[in-house]
Every structure is written in structure tokens, then in C-alpha cells.
């Protein structure tokens, strides 16, 4: 069984930086893509970025592109997001996961997921 665990979360100020990683164990991350979903209080789960297992693809939400970027580490079993410029709308538990069949913008093509790390952006 898969363990999804995702570090990197923090209080960071408007037009900050942050670098979530999501480090898996128990299973190969190689031979999956993954992808990163965040959920706002009192707003529904929503899918922000993914990678193909490669990481030649990825793909983005509209509302995040251009500014976060996906990537993986097989060698390393770790897979990132990269946040610049951010904003207070993207303030949300992050979590990354385990893709099986579907659309990668499709909470419910993902089979394993970790706990989730806090990012909040706040003057």
C-alpha cells in the first residue's frame, strides 16, 4: 500500500513563493502520474496541476497556469509543485495523488491520496 506524504505547506505573503513535495513509499511513483488538488474551507476539492509518468505532460488548472509548476523526481520516489506569485485564492489544503484511469482533472481517476499540507497566503 502507497503512502502519500506532502510537505512544504506555510503562511506565505501575496506574490510569495512556496514549494510543496509530495514523497511516496511503499510503492513506486515511476510508473503512475500524479497530481495535485487543493480544497479551500467551505469549497469543493479542486484538481490544480498534474504530470504524466515521464513528466514530458502536464497539466494545469486556468486558474493556476503560468504560475505553478508540476515535476517529478523519479529517482527520488517525490513529485512537486512549484507556487509562485501567489494569492490569497490559493489559500487551501494541498494534497497530492495517485493516479489510476480517467481524466487527470478527475478527483475520482486518483487512487491514493496523502493528508494534505497547508498553504495560506496573507499580508
Known amino acids: 500500500q502507497v503512502q502519500l506524504v506532502e510537505s512544504g505547506g506555510a503562511l506565505v505573503q501575496p506574490g510569495g513563493s512556496l514549494r510543496l513535495s509530495c514523497a511516496a513509499s511503499?510503492?513506486?511513483?515511476?510508473?503512475?502520474?500524479m497530481g495535485w488538488f487543493r480544497q479551500a474551507p467551505g469549497k469543493e476539492r479542486e484538481f490544480v496541476a498534474a504530470?504524466?509518468?515521464?513528466?514530458?505532460?502536464?497539466y494545469y488548472s486556468n486558474s493556476v497556469q503560468g504560475r505553478f509548476t508540476i515535476s517529478r523526481d523519479n529517482a527520488k520516489n517525490t513529485v512537486y509543485l512549484q507556487m509562485n506569485s501567489l494569492e490569497p485564492e490559493d489559500t487551501a489544503v494541498y494534497y497530492c495523488?495517485?493516479?489510476?484511469?480517467?481524466?487527470?482533472?478527475?478527483?475520482?481517476?486518483?487512487?491514493?491520496w496523502g493528508q494534505g499540507t497547508q498553504v495560506t497566503v496573507s499580508s
Open positions: 511503499g510503492r513506486t511513483l515511476s510508473s503512475y502520474p
Open positions: 504530470i504524466s509518468v515521464n513528466g514530458r505532460s502536464t
Open positions: 495523488a495517485l493516479k489510476g484511469s480517467g481524466n487527470y482533472n478527475d478527483e475520482y481517476a486518483y487512487d491514493d
